[in-house]
């Protein structure tokens, strides 16, 4: 199994989904956390597998100094697009992670890794490169798509030979990640070196709720849940993807 990187059957795939209420409540838990966690300064900040650039450009629009690096060239140019349309200015680089630890000579203060892992062939491979791109003191803010969640979502559906079989992964060619990550596991590969400080579920309830339910509530409405419900402690862990705000040991 290799990297997955998009191509442009993604490119257009990812803009749906930013445009409706799935792209809009990982935008506002994440945005919400890292406006909790972070310092009232200006930031240098990488945005690894930056994809479309959302989450940079919001940064970008508090003061940050941005770069983003990414694989796909039309997942840059819409990035780059982006930011041209809003009058913002950032650093753009195409080029997969394992290239970065050598074209970039300074670490930074907060690191992006969001939806990366879950596209690896091994993902652990990728946390000492984040280590060494983090400065010391500084924030790896780590979002990925939750084992868990796709389990349960299999589950409520009755896939019970998916289960029997621990066939979970997407196929190569589809948008379903091809490793989802067993938080677990993922925690105990970050004990000896980082330290989770806050931890978030993304789409704790929205994913689960049936298609006339969900097309009935009003999306302001289901934000404020999802925001006022990320950190339940029966709830976060049930969230499509999982944010964690890591600080180095």
């Known amino acids: 199994m290799n ?31 890292l406006s909790q966690a972070l310092p009232q300064r200006p930031l240098r900040v990488l945005d690894i597998g930056a994809g479309l650039g959302h989450m940079a450009l919001w940064l970008a629009e508090q003061g940050h100094d941005v770069t983003l690096a990414e694989p796909a060239a039309p997942m840059l140019d819409g990035a780059r697009q982006r930011f041209a349309d809003a009058g913002q200015r950032a650093t753009f680089i ?46 790896l803010s780590l979002a990925f798509y939750n084992r868990d969640a796709l389990v349960y979502r299999n589950l409520l559906k009755g896939h019970f030979r998916k289960l029997r079989s621990n066939e979970l992964a997407g196929e190569k060619q589809s948008l379903t990640p091809q490793r989802p990550v067993d938080p677990r596991q993922l925690r105990t590969q970050l004990e000896p070196h980082w330290q989770v400080e806050e931890e978030s579920g993304v789409r704790v309830f929205h994913d689960y709720m049936p298609r006339d339910f969900q097309a009935k509530a009003a999306l302001a409405d289901v934000l404020e849940m999802e925001l006022a419900h990320r950190r339940h402690p029966a709830f976060a862990g049930l969230g499509r993807y999982l944010h964690w705000i890591c600080r180095p040991r």
């Open 94 to 139: 195409q080029a997969p992670w394992q290239a970065l630890g050598e074209q970039l000579a300074q670490p930074y203060d907060l690191v992006l890794c969001h939806a990366v892992l879950e596209w690896l062939a091994e993902p652990q491979d990728i946390l000492p490169t984040l280590l060494r791109l983090t400065v010391p003191g500084g924030w």
């Open 3 to 33: 990297d997955r990187h998009f191509d442009e059957l993604a490119t257009r795939f990812a803009e749906k989904i930013y445009g409706g209420a799935k792209g809009a409540i990982r935008l506002g838990v994440l945005q919400a956390d």
